[in-house]
């Protein structure tokens, strides 16, 4: 049972360039999101989805798109990278029932853009 | 909008001692959740504990329990018998309807030998 995994583990890109996240879980939720890390600032939503098909906007979505095409597969796309975009991005997937909340974190991606 | 503060972005615990971390937090909801998360340096989002706003009765998960206050909108966590493993950022979170996560900003916790 491998939980949530993330594809890759670490990326550099330049400025300009594209780039997929890939986001996996095999715990049949129907929750997932995308979340990036900065220091000082902790966890941020960029984008978030509550089932197949749907996406919806998180706190900070500008310079990001996300497909979720797939029950078990969340991408997150950056079109045109920009150094902002820096980050640490963790995926996380929960199953949105009544009595479990609990969400289950990626081990993140460190994407440096120079 | 919600918000979530903490206001400690550090702290140190000798070993064996408790430490109590702060959390606060903003909304006009009336029914939502909170959770403490830890993060290692492996870097490893790890659930700590998780309480559910229309329970009076805190939280408890063996060394770790929570002070909730609803009416002042405050959240803390206290570590007891704190252990050398329990060095790690700690992140407070709100849950709202509809499943979206409010983090705040983490308070990087040492426990010294």
């Known amino acids: 049972n491998a939980g949530v995994t993330q594809t890759p583990k670490f990326r550099v890109l330049k400025t300009g360039q594209s780039m997929t996240l890939l986001c996996a879980q095999d715990?049949?939720?129907?929750?997932m999101y995308w979340y990036r890390q900065d220091p000082g600032m902790g966890l941020r939503l960029i984008h978030y989805?509550?089932?197949?098909?749907?996406?919806a906007k998180g706190e900070v979505p500008d310079g990001y798109n996300v497909s979720r095409l797939k029950k078990q597969n969340f991408l997150l796309g950056l079109e045109s990278a920009a150094p902002s975009q820096t980050s640490v991005y963790f995926c996380?997937?929960?199953?949105?029932?009544?009595?479990?909340?609990?969400?289950?974190f990626g081990p993140g991606t460190r994407l440096t853009v120079t | 909008a919600q918000t979530v503060t903490q206001s400690q972005p550090e702290m140190s615990v000798q070993e064996a001692e408790t430490v109590t971390l702060s959390c606060t937090y903003d909304?006009?909801?009336?029914?939502?959740?909170l959770f403490w998360y830890k993060q290692p340096p492996s870097r490893q989002m790890i659930l700590v504990i998780r309480?559910?706003?229309?329970?009076?009765q805190n939280a408890t998960e063996n060394r770790f329990s929570v002070n909730f206050q609803k009416a002042a909108k405050s959240f803390s966590l206290k570590i007891s018998d704190s252990q050398l493993g329990d060095t790690a950022m700690y992140f407070c979170?709100?849950?709202?309807?509809?499943?979206?996560?409010?983090f705040g900003t983490g308070t990087s916790l040492t426990v010294i030998p």
């Open positions: 996380a997937s929960s199953s949105g029932g009544t009595y479990s909340y609990e969400q289950y």
């Open positions: 715990m049949n939720h129907e929750y």
């Open positions: 989805s509550v089932g197949e098909g749907t996406t």
């Open positions: 909304t006009s909801e009336s029914n939502y959740y």
């Open positions: 309480q559910e706003a229309y329970k009076q």
């Open positions: 979170a709100f849950m709202k309807a509809g499943n979206q996560f409010y």
